[in-house]
């Protein structure tokens, strides 16, 4: 048997929250989505106005942060043509999401899930990714 | 041209968080999902014990009293062997949830969005569908 | 934060190990499955002989139980047609078995991942979880 | 008609302990998956700490290399934009892997199966392939 840590949907909700904080600041209405430990979705948020095609983006983004603890950011510079991972967005069904916007969720250095942010720019939703994953991350 | 009325994150979290109070008072941990005039998601929220599987059934019941105008309870006394729409849950990928716990959401008559909820038996799963609709549809 | 128990490999083979030994002794070899708490797979086996078609299922059966934390003889119970989770099999992209075989694994009364078998007929795939459930569920 | 050879369950288990053991090595645990002359599973493990984005990974490694009689490696190189085969990653239901980890399993010059690795970088998934497939090849 294993123990581990995994987020609660207060958890989810605080990294949403701090995500919903950031993308209002940058004026660029997003998705954001929370994987608990098993990749399994806890909670999403599309803002008003933000991307419908990016509802299933942030969820996937999340999962595959969780799938491979990794941000889709650091996936990306070795998912592209010649790069050690190339095709990794072909498997799990098309949930494998290699741009920026997914980024795992630690407690005590073990990954407890992870977020994912689709609305805007890689640069925008890499930021507000990052504003929402420091909810946990820097806990 | 025509002009539509929908639902904003504002609204739907109100409708989760009626939701959410029902499940707690009925000690059933449920998955509560609200998607908008268009079908699509807006937000969604596991409780935390509530199934992994259920995720996907509440966004679908959701998806499905909208992409029909009809609380999923009433669909499913229309989709049964030899009933006028058997079969229908082959229809929309899969998307078609044909069993209680989704409602449509309505503003002045016009279908505005809908919830779908998923976490226990049926009559539960209405009954928190019921509630949280009640959000909107009693206003 | 949640803080929960799940399989670990060892664990998973101890399972796969007790549900061998009770195909071999029905004499109908059988494809054997272990989902973890996040209802992911940790480990399958298929014995010699055993149907190609219950590779998939097998690993559903499990995914299912640990989805809904219920064995997919009672939810199949509730599945057909004029039951109240009629339908449910077309959720979660035609993951959801709805026959015997499938049994959750539990912890001090917590489900910590499941087991499923597909080889045989219902009767025979659900001695052969019981089994194989036994080397979980009995301690 | 034609008489084929194929792996046992026997022949899988050995295949994979040869790769745990080799994954232990590197410190990196890995998804193992081995699949018999119909490109269909035998046999599957995640090892603890293992990434679960790398089971759907590894199990279709292991079907592309018996698909095509190739190692994923080798056909990676015959995959990328401009070369002969770019594009086949979307061909066979998303289940075409076109990175390293991938090999034909063979006996006599035929090949009777394939092992599929994931879980590492594609250096460490091609090392603990090659180890698993030594269990075979070697023999």
Not at 110 to 130: I, L
């Amino acid at each position: 048997m294993v123990s581990v840590e995994s987020l609660s949907l207060d958890d989810a909700r605080a990294v949403i929250a701090a995500g919903e904080q950031k993308a209002q600041e940058n004026g660029q209405p997003s998705n954001i989505a929370v994987v608990d430990h098993g990749g399994n979705l806890i909670a999403h948020v599309r803002m008003d106005g933000a991307w419908i095609g990016s509802i299933d983006v942030s969820i996937n983004k999340a999962f595959t942060s969780r799938a491979f603890d990794i941000t889709t950011k650091d996936l990306a510079a070795n998912a592209g043509p010649g790069d050690q991972f190339f095709g990794i967005h072909g498997s799990n069904q098309g949930r494998i999401m290699i741009f920026a916007g997914g980024i795992p969720l630690r407690r005590g250095g073990q990954v407890v899930g992870a977020v994912g942010v689709s609305g805007g720019s890689g640069e925008q939703d890499q930021s507000v990714a990052e504003a929402a994953a420091a909810a946990i991350n820097g806990k």
